[in-house]
């Protein structure tokens, strides 16, 4: 998400990196290409007109500092800005004072707003570790209110319904005297959506709303449609008066307009982003963070999040034990893999580390196409093989074997022991230096963060061309341990 738009600031920058000062003269051209890349990010042409008459405003205001370079200065500015256009502080959804928390989400046909709701479910019954329950009020359609069952039964949460009969407000009605008498902490009601707004949509989400007082009524919107995004939850909280709204199919939208238009456009925050196909990929929207992200400066909050999520799913303490005691074995290496696939896919993850966000999509998608390689690879060893990576490197009959059973060559069975010997290498260096630091951890044990671990697995894992004859190099001086291993996790 954003690449395009990142692209483009990135040439704004660019141009007066050089420069003493920012000035008069010399901000013209940054201007002109921040302006362009907001233009084909699909935002408004008078909010793009607004947004950088503040910037070229801001950036002429800002006192020269010694050591600080006209471009970070300007980065700093549009930074700002781009927070207050998105509206500046994170907005959590509203807490009743009495009974159960009532969300009313809406929206349009196709926009994702009944699989939002199922995230949103999920989001509340394991981040806020609320008992939730789902209303199915979308009587026009019947699928709708199948899908909804459905996820409630993936995500173990419980679905009222009353088929398509009945009348929605009566249905939100009951759901919520339901919820109330079995002591629910919070009700998603899933409304109706319509092609388009007319109407009687919005005579009935009224009525729906009147029928259970929520808390918060919430708009999905597909992040896709660009500035009509805004224009939607504009027209909607004409009629309806929104709390707020979700931006669903982040993850496929490169332009960013919808993002950076709902709040200034409609007067109303974006409070969840939909960031993927998985229940689990729904995340509270923080304009900081997001803007952090436009400017290529990653999100280490969100990651450091995200990686204390998965963490809960992996033996941190273990794992660093293993690491100090060089025992990082092929087991180890998948582990890995699959903790940092729980948090999204690889270019989600690894963008959201600064200094990560010039990795093209064309890039991220061979990384993650190798390592679906490298896990088929690993399947194909026998257990004494994962546990001890020296057998592969001692034996070539064993990288055949291997190489034939998952369907590769030789060549790259020997890149997935390149790759396992840069991330080995790469987290003996960090335990060395943690040790070294004199950090303190579990019985005298240095504390490496889950972030830290992450950065290891990712900075690890480039690809790496490793001949067949180097893996097969002997050992010398009686080492147990491979040379190949040796030389590569020393450097």
Known sequence: MFDNLSRGLDKAWDMVRKDGKLTADNIKGP???????????????????????????????VKVV???RPDQQLVKVVNDELVSLMGGEKQDLNEPRLGPQVILLAGLQGVGKTTAAGKLALHLQKKMKKKVLMVATDVYRPAAIDQLVKLG??????????????DP????????????KEKFDAVIVDTSGRLQIDSDMMTELQQVKEAV????????????????AAGVVKAFNDSAELTGAILTKMDGDSRGGAALSVKAISGKPI??????EKLEALEPFYPDRTASRILGMGDVLTLVEKAEEAAKQNDT???????????????????????MNSMGTMGQVMKMIPGFNQITDKQTAAAEKSMARYEVMISSMTKQERADPELLALNISRRRRIARGSGNKEKDVSELMGVYTGMRGQFKRLAKMMQSGGMGGMQGMPKMTEQ???????EGAGPRKVSPGKVRRKRTGGSSRMRELQELASR
């Open 66 to 68: 010694k050591g600080v």
């Open 317 to 339: 303490e273990y794992m660093m034990k293993r690491l100090m005691q060089n025992k990082f074995d092929f087991n180890d290496f998948l582990n890995q893999y699959k903790m």
């Open 452 to 458: 830290e671990m992450l950065q290891a697995t990712l």
């Open 169 to 180: 407000a009566d249905i939100a009605a009951k759901g919520l005297e339901k919820a109330k």
């Open 153 to 166: 039964s993936m995500i173990k949460v419980p679905v009222f319904e009353m088929g398509t009969d009945a």
């Open 271 to 276: 409070k969840f982003v939909g960031t993927g």
């Open 31 to 61: 201007m002109r290409e921040i302006r362009r890349a907001l233009l084909e990010a699909d935002v408004s042409l008078p909010l793009v007109r607004q947004f950088v008459k503040k910037v070229e405003e801001s950036a002429l205001g």
């Open 213 to 228: 007082s929520p808390t918060d009524v919430l708009l999905a919107v597909d992040a896709m449609t660009g500035q009509e």
